[in-house]
């Protein structure tokens, strides 16, 4: 099977020129690691949300009566069904987790000075992911309709509003209206959290690796000095992707347990 599709594929030569790229073997570097990680499981527990969300304001009678927007009532349900309101947690808070972890990868960038040519276009790219991550990050806040998340998109909804320009534009096209208010904010913004946002982000992180196994990663100081002027890491495959899939494991355990001791 290996031999006829590496025939038709040359995966040897794949393997030789994608799989053996040398990783530094240095904590700091697992820190955009770490990024990907929160952002495969807000992916994954995404999916299941978004199975279960409904994306509306009109007014819906609960089992005990009282009247609320269907998009809350709906988050209420979410955290009815089993390991429902864990999984709601684990989005949230890996939420959190992508962001300060790309903000320390991003310090480790300029700390270490791996911003420098030739990896400019990486570093612009890097910063778009950022931006792109925290705009996401907010999209999402509206959606449960709780006091909480109407008064934080409130705030939001002023600041687009405010950019000179092109606010109003942008807060037309992001909140379809006046929020709080408007019926149209919510299935807007869930468009926008739940496709064109993540869209754009698997594009560029894709863009983002490419780049880097292209221009290959700098060395962390301590491997300049023990093998000057040489690559010194361990290979992409197998070694690196085992680590990979031990820390993803320990991302996975630990956010869980902190998802479920710190509900949503
Ligand atoms: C969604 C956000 C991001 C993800 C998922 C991500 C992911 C990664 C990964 C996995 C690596 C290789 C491992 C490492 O060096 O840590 C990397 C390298 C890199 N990233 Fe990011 N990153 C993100 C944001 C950023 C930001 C905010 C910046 C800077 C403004 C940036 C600039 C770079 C650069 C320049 C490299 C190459 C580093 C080197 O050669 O040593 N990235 N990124």
């Not at 987790?97 to 911003?115: Q, T």
């Not at 907010?138 to 000179?164: E, H, K, M, Q």
């Not at 942008?170 to 919510?186: D, R, T, W, Y």
């Not at 196994?213 to 093998?227: I, S």
């Amino acid at each position: 099977m290996y031999k006829w599709l590496d025939e038709r594929l040359d995966l040897t030569g794949l393997y030789q020129k994608v799989l053996r790229k040398a990783f530094p073997v240095h904590h700091s570097f697992f820190l955009g690691e770490i990024t990907l990680f929160a952002f495969i499981v807000l992916v994954l527990t995404g999916i299941f949300l978004t199975l279960n969300f409904e994306p509306s304001i009109r007014e819906v009678r609960l089992p005990d009566g009282r009247t609320v927007p269907a998009a809350y009532a709906s988050v209420l349900y979410i955290d009815s069904l089993p390991f429902g309101a864990v999984i709601r947690s684990l989005h949230h808070w890996s939420a959190h987790v992508m962001i300060a972890a790309a903000f320390l990868h991003m310090l480790r960038i300029l700390l270490s000075g791996a911003y420098k040519k030739p990896r400019e276009l990486n570093y612009l790219v890097g910063l778009a992911l950022l931006g792109l991550a925290v705009v996401t990050a907010f999209t999402g806040y509206a959606l449960p309709y709780d006091n909480y998340a109407v008064t934080a998109t409130r705030i939001g909804y002023g600041i687009a509003a405010s950019i000179p320009w092109v606010g109003s534009t942008l807060a037309q096209v992001m909140f379809g209206g006046e929020f709080p208010g408007s019926e149209k904010a919510i299935p807007r913004l869930y468009s926008l959290h739940v496709l064109w946002l993540p869209l754009l982000l698997m594009a560029l992180i894709g863009m983002h690796m490419a780049i880097m196994m292209k221009q290959k990663h700098t060395q962390p100081r301590y491997a300049e000095r023990v093998a000057p002027g040489r690559i010194l890491g361990v290979p992409m495959y197998p070694q690196q992707l085992v680590m990979m899939g031990i820390l993803f494991a320990l991302y996975v355990g630990i956010m869980t347990l902190i998802a479920g001791a710190f509900l949503a």
